[in-house]
C-alpha cells in the first residue's frame, strides 16, 4: 500500500513538471511568434508610412511608368511580380515583396538588387540567410570595377541601325577587354521577318524586347568588324556599390520581357532608364516622345551629369583604321600599295626594292587592314587575294622585328555633334507669289549641312519633316511639306583602291511642292538617285547620279519623271558650309518634257544649339529663303 501511494506521488510528481514544460514551451512559442508578426508588421508598417513604395529608385526597380490610373510597369512577364497586382500597384509589389522575402528566402535570390536597396531603406528589417548559388556564380562570372555606355555609329544598311545602337560594358582589370561582359536590349526578331514587316512590327510595338549579355569580342565582332561601324566608349565614374547594384537588377531583367517600340521604348530609353537609378540623374530628355542613342549620349555630357563621365574612348572600324593609315603614308607608299593590288602575281619583293624596312612594314600592315576590310565587305577573300595576303606576311615575317608608330587621329565624339530635333522659322519670297513666311518642325535627324561628329560622313538622315507655309496672298497657313523619310549616303572612297568604293545613292518619300510657281503645288512623292562621288579637292565632294521622280495627285494623275543630277558639298571653314543639287527631269508621261531644278543651300556658324542657313530653289520658278534654325 505504501509503495502503490509512493508510485502515484512519483507519477503526479512528472505529470506537473511536463505540465509547467509544456506551458513554458507553448508560451516561448507565443511569444515568437508574436514577435515575428509584430516584426513583419511594423516593416510593413514602415515601409508604407515612409512612402517608400513611391520612391523613384523602388519605381525604377520596378519599370513602372505613369499611367492614366497611377502607374504601370513595362514589364510583361508574370514572374517578375511577387504580387497579382504588382504590374499596376507599386505599393502592393512593395509588400509582397517584404513578405515573400522572410516567407520563401529563396526569392531573394530571384530579386537581389530589390533586396539591396530594401535593407538601405528599412535597416531594421531582418531576412532570412540564404544561399542563392546561381546568383553568386553569376556575379563571379561579371566580376567588374566599372561600367561603360558604349554608343555604335549609325549603319545605314539596316534600319534598325540608322540611328546608331547603345549597350553597356562592364571593365574588369582582370582580363583582356575582349572578354569584359556586356548588357544589350533589343527586339526579339523571327528569323522570316523582312525589313519591311521589322519596320511596321517596331513601329507598331509587334516585337518583345529583351536583356541580353554577350562578350565584348562578339560586340566588336558585330559593330567593329562586320558592319563597318565606330565604337564610343563612355567609362563611368560609378563607386563600386552601384556597378554591384547595377548588375544585381540586370540579373533581374535578365528573364524579362517589354514589349519594344523603334522609336520610344528602344535601346536608347531602356538602358537610360537602368543608368538612371545610379547616376540619379536624368538620361531622357523632356518633351521628346521619341528616344534616339544619340540623345542619351548628349544627355550623359550635359553640366549636370557630365562628372560622371570618367574617360570617352574610340574605337575604330577596321575600315577606319585603314583609311586612318593610308592617310599617313607618303605618295610614293600609297603608289607602292596600290601597285601591290593590281599586281596578278605574288612574287610581290620586286615592289619593296626602294623602300626601308620601316617603310615596307607600314605598307604591309596597312595591306593587311586593305584586305581585311575586303574580306569583310565582300564576305570572304577571292583565291588569288587570299594568296597575295599570305606572300605579304610572309615578307613582314622575314623583317626584323619593329614596332609601327602611327600617329593618333584626333576623333571629335558623338556628344560634339549638333542636336537632332531641328525647329526652324524663315522668311522667303517666291517669285509667284511673293513673301511668306514658314514654320519648320523636324523630329530628328541629321542633314548634310549638320555639324556632323562621329556620324557618316556626306550622309543625311531626316524623317517626319513638317513645313507649314504663310502667305500675304492667301493669308492663311496650309501644310506645304512632309517628309517621312529622306536618306542620302554618298559613300565617298577615302582611298580610291579596288573595292573601296560604292554607289552613292538616295531615298526619300513625302509631300512636297512637285514646282515653285505656285501656292498649292505638293503631291505625295517617292524620289531617289544612285551613282557616284568624288573628291575633287579637299573640302570638296561631289556627285553625280541618275535620279527619279514619282509624283502621286491622284489615282489618275501619276507621273514619272527621271534625268542626271550633280551635286556637291563644300566646306569653306567648319562655320560655313554650302551644297548644290542641279539637275534635269525628263516627264516620262508628258512626251519626255524636260525641266531643270536646282537647290543651293548655305549653313552658316558651327553651334549645337543654333545656326542660320540660306537658300535659294528654282523649279518652274525661283524661290529665295533665310533660315533661322534651333536644334535640341
Known amino acids: 500500500m505504501l509503495c502503490s501511494n509512493q508510485l502515484t506521488t512519483t507519477a503526479q510528481i512528472r505529470i ?50 505613369p499611367s492614366w490610373f497611377g502607374s504601370e510597369s513595362l514589364i510583361n512577364s508574370p514572374d517578375f511580380f511577387l504580387s497579382q497586382n504588382g504590374k499596376i500597384d507599386a505599393a502592393s509589389e512593395l509588400i509582397a515583396t517584404l513578405e515573400a522575402f522572410k516567407s520563401q528566402p529563396q526569392s531573394q535570390c ?12 528599412l535597416p531594421n528589417a531582418r531576412f532570412p540567410e540564404v544561399d542563392c548559388t546561381n546568383y553568386q556564380a553569376y556575379r563571379r562570372a561579371f566580376k567588374a570595377e566599372s561600367v561603360s555606355l558604349v554608343y555604335a555609329s549609325g549603319y545605314l544598311g539596316n534600319p534598325a541601325s540608322m540611328y546608331g545602337h547603345l549597350l553597356l560594358k562592364f571593365n574588369s582589370k582582370n582580363n583582356h577587354e575582349f572578354l569584359d561582359n556586356t548588357f544589350n536590349y533589343g527586339a526579339r526578331v523571327p528569323d522570316g521577318d523582312n525589313k519591311f514587316v521589322y519596320i511596321y512590327k517596331g513601329i507598331t510595338g509587334g516585337y518583345s524586347g529583351h536583356f541580353t549579355n554577350q562578350k565584348y569580342h562578339h560586340q566588336n565582332l558585330t559593330y567593329n568588324e562586320s558592319e563597318l561601324r565606330d565604337l564610343w566608349e563612355y567609362r563611368l565614374d560609378l563607386p563600386q556599390e552601384k556597378v554591384n547594384f547595377l548588375l544585381a537588377h540586370l540579373w533581374e531583367l535578365e528573364h524579362s520581357s517589354m514589349t519594344y517600340y523603334f522609336f520610344a521604348e528602344n535601346c536608347a530609353y531602356q538602358l537610360a532608364k537602368v543608368l538612371e537609378m545610379v547616376i540619379e540623374k536624368p538620361l531622357v530628355a523632356k518633351g521628346k516622345s521619341w528616344v534616339m542613342p544619340y540623345d542619351i549620349v548628349m544627355m550623359l555630357n550635359k553640366p549636370d551629369t557630365s562628372e560622371v563621365v570618367e574617360k570617352v574612348t574610340y574605337h575604330g572600324s577596321r575600315q577606319e583604321q585603314l583609311y586612318e593609315r593610308f592617310t599617313q603614308l607618303s605618295r610614293e607608299e600609297r603608289d607602292t600599295v596600290a601597285r601591290v593590288i593590281s599586281e596578278p602575281s605574288t612574287d610581290l619583293a620586286k615592289h619593296f626594292n626602294k623602300h626601308s624596312n620601316d617603310e615596307v612594314t607600314r605598307i604591309i600592315d596597312t595591306l593587311y587592314d586593305y584586305y581585311a576590310f575586303i574580306d569583310v565587305k565582300n564576305n570572304g577573300l577571292s583565291e588569288p587575294q587570299t594568296s597575295k595576303l599570305k606572300a605579304l606576311l610572309a615578307l613582314r615575317f622575314s623583317l626584323p622585328a619593329s614596332e609601327t608608330r602611327w600617329k593618333a587621329v584626333e576623333k571629335i565624339p558623338p556628344h560634339k555633334a549638333q542636336n537632332t530635333t531641328m525647329f526652324q522659322a524663315s522668311t522667303l519670297y517666291n517669285e509667284a507669289f511673293g513673301e511668306a513666311m514658314a514654320l519648320r518642325f523636324r523630329a530628328n535627324y541629321y542633314d548634310l549641312l549638320s555639324v556632323n561628329a562621329a556620324r557618316i560622313p556626306n550622309s543625311a538622315l531626316n524623317t517626319f519633316d513638317l513645313t507649314f507655309l504663310y502667305t500675304k496672298e492667301e493669308s492663311k497657313v496650309r501644310l506645304r511639306e512632309f517628309t517621312l523619310i529622306d536618306i542620302i549616303n554618298l559613300n565617298l572612297s577615302q582611298t580610291g583602291l579596288p573595292g573601296d568604293s560604292q554607289w552613292a545613292w538616295g531615298i ?21 538617285f544612285a551613282g557616284t562621288s568624288w573628291r575633287p579637292f579637299d573640302g570638296l565632294v561631289s556627285h553625280l547620279a541618275l535620279a527619279g521622280e514619282l509624283q502621286v495627285n491622284s489615282l489618275k494623275d501619276i507621273n514619272f519623271l527621271s534625268g542626271p543630277e550633280v551635286g556637291g558639298i563644300l566646306t569653306v571653314t567648319p562655320y560655313w558650309v554650302t551644297s548644290i543639287k542641279l539637275g534635269g527631269y525628263f516627264n516620262l508621261d508628258e512626251k519626255w518634257r524636260y525641266e531643270n531644278h536646282l537647290t ?7 553651334h549645337q544649339a543654333f545656326d542660320v542657313r540660306t537658300s535659294v530653289r528654282y523649279n518652274q520658278g525661283f524661290e529665295y529663303a533665310a533660315h533661322l534654325s534651333i536644334y535640341w
Do not use: M
Open 16 to 65: 506537473k513538471i511536463i505540465r509547467q514544460f509544456l506551458k513554458y514551451l507553448s508560451f516561448f512559442l507565443l511569444q515568437l511568434l508574436v514577435s515575428f508578426t509584430t516584426n513583419a508588421g511594423s516593416t510593413h508598417q514602415e515601409a508604407l508610412s515612409t512612402n517608400l513604395h513611391n520612391d523613384l529608385t523602388w519605381l525604377s526597380l520596378l519599370h513602372h511608368e
Open 110 to 121: 530571384r530579386f537581389p538588387a530589390r533586396k539591396i536597396w530594401l535593407e538601405q531603406q
Open 508 to 528: 526619300s518619300a513625302g509631300y512636297k511642292p512637285t514646282s515653285l510657281n505656285c501656292i498649292d503645288c505638293s503631291d505625295t512623292t517617292f524620289e531617289g
Open 600 to 606: 543651293w543651300e548655305q549653313r552658316f556658324f558651327e
